[in-house]
């Protein structure tokens, strides 16, 4: 049985055999497989897709980690507070799904990044004690960022005023947020 990595191989080095080119990267360059093999950078991203993809992510981190601090805090005081994470920030992420729908070629990404995957994993694997000390940090510094990214979007004279409104009516919910994270 053939690997597919022995199809793709057999198909650049036909691709480098075109007649009429000077060598085979140039023919690999035009041919179709030269997406699969060096796919073409993704043009840049708007400011306001960026804003929103950003947000989005934030948001779907911090609710995770609400959802963990739910089921792991040790007292009371970290469920209630893992529990107004997750409504807050869903809430959050329905407001910001409607302000971005004033631009259909906004699309909302909320992918978590490779640091917050990772901080996830870290509450995941916390028990006890060191759960809530970690849960502790790592939304003070999450929070702390939305906040600043919120802050920076309605205070800035450009992008939609759709989205300017959305983060300034979403800024208060973070700050109170934060503050009770720092307060654990």
Same mark, same amino acid.
């Given at each position: /049985? =053939?690997?597919? @990595?022995?199809?793709?191989?057999?198909l650049v080095l036909v691709?480098?055999?075109?007649?009429?080119?000077? #060598?085979?990267?140039?023919?690999? #360059? +035009?041919?179709?497989?030269?997406?699969?093999?060096?796919? !073409?950078?993704?043009?840049?991203?708007?400011?306001? &897709?960026?804003?929103?993809?950003?947000?989005?992510?934030?948001?779907?981190?911090?609710?995770? $980690?609400?959802?963990?601090?739910? &089921?792991?805090?040790?007292?009371? !005081? *970290?469920?209630?507070?893992?529990?107004?994470?997750?409504?807050? !920030?869903? &809430?959050?992420? /329905?407001?910001?799904?409607?302000?971005?729908?004033? %631009?259909p070629d906004l699309l909302?990404?909320?992918?978590?990044? +490779?640091? &917050?995957?990772?901080?996830? $994993?870290?509450? %995941?694997?916390?028990?006890?004690?060191?759960? +809530?000390?970690?849960l502790k940090a790592q939304?003070? *510094?999450?929070?702390? =960022?939305?906040?600043?990214?919120?802050?920076? !979007?309605?205070?800035?004279?450009?992008?939609?005023?759709?989205?300017?409104? @959305?983060?300034?009516?979403?800024?208060?919910? *973070?700050?109170?947020?934060? $503050?009770?994270? =720092?307060?654990?």
């Open positions: /049985m =053939k690997s597919p @990595f022995a199809a793709v191989a057999a691709a480098g055999c075109t007649p009429g080119t000077e #060598n085979a990267t140039e023919a690999a #360059n +035009d041919s179709p497989i030269a997406n699969i093999i060096a796919p !073409r950078p993704e043009p840049s991203k708007s400011p306001d &897709q960026t804003f929103v993809d950003s947000v989005a992510s934030l948001n779907a981190y911090i609710a995770g $980690a609400g959802s963990l601090a739910e &089921q792991k805090g040790t007292s009371a !005081r *970290v469920k209630a507070f893992g529990k107004k994470l997750m409504l807050d !920030r869903t &809430q959050s992420t /329905m407001k910001l799904k409607l302000a971005a729908a004033t %631009q909302i990404d909320a992918s978590l990044d +490779d640091e &917050q995957n990772d901080n996830i $994993a870290t509450l %995941q694997k916390a028990n006890g004690a060191a759960f +809530d000390t970690a939304m003070v *510094v999450a929070l702390t =960022k939305l906040e600043a990214l919120l802050k920076e !979007r309605y205070l800035a004279n450009e992008g939609d005023p759709e989205l300017k409104s @959305f983060a300034s009516y979403g800024a208060p919910p *973070v700050r109170a947020n934060l $503050a009770a994270a =720092k307060a654990l």
